[in-house]
């Protein structure tokens, strides 16, 4: 059964940081996409950040140098993996409900937030004090 799950937020403050992961296992598409989004209270739903199989990456500009996505294969054939969202230097603009979602298909060149991920988690609330 495929399952796509975020962990790791919590209350940080100002300049903090925070790892978030995402565990999306039971698929076995060699090529995917995993998207970090996220929404704040009374806000749209922004695209922050994705990350494909190839390892091809993308940010949205208001955390360029801020952070980092990564990826790990927890096993072989390919039905576990395990994103990654570092965020340094958070700031209380950042908070939010944080969700990851996975696309079967590479794609996270330009507007990658604007396509259709097919399978989202829960979220996970991130809160920056300042």
């Known amino acids: 059964q495929l399952q796509v799950a975020e962990s790791g937020g919590g209350l940080v403050q100002n300049e903090g940081s925070l790892r978030l992961s995402c565990t999306a296992s039971g698929f076995t598409w060699p090529y995917y996409t995993i998207g970090w989004f996220r929404q704040a209270p009374g806000k749209d739903r922004e695209g922050v950040s994705c990350i494909t199989s190839t390892d091809l990456t993308n940010y949205v500009e208001s955390v360029q140098g801020r952070f980092i996505v990564s990826r790990d294969n927890v096993s072989r054939d390919n039905t576990k993996n395990i994103v990654y969202l570092q965020m340094n230097s958070l700031k209380p603009e950042d908070t939010a409900i944080y969700y990851c979602?996975?696309?079967?298909?590479?794609?996270?060149?330009?507007?990658?937030?604007?396509?259709?991920?097919?399978?989202w988690g829960h979220g996970t609330q991130v809160s920056v004090s300042s």
């Open positions: 979602a996975l696309m079967p298909k590479l794609a996270c060149g330009r507007n990658w937030y604007t396509l259709s991920f097919t399978f």
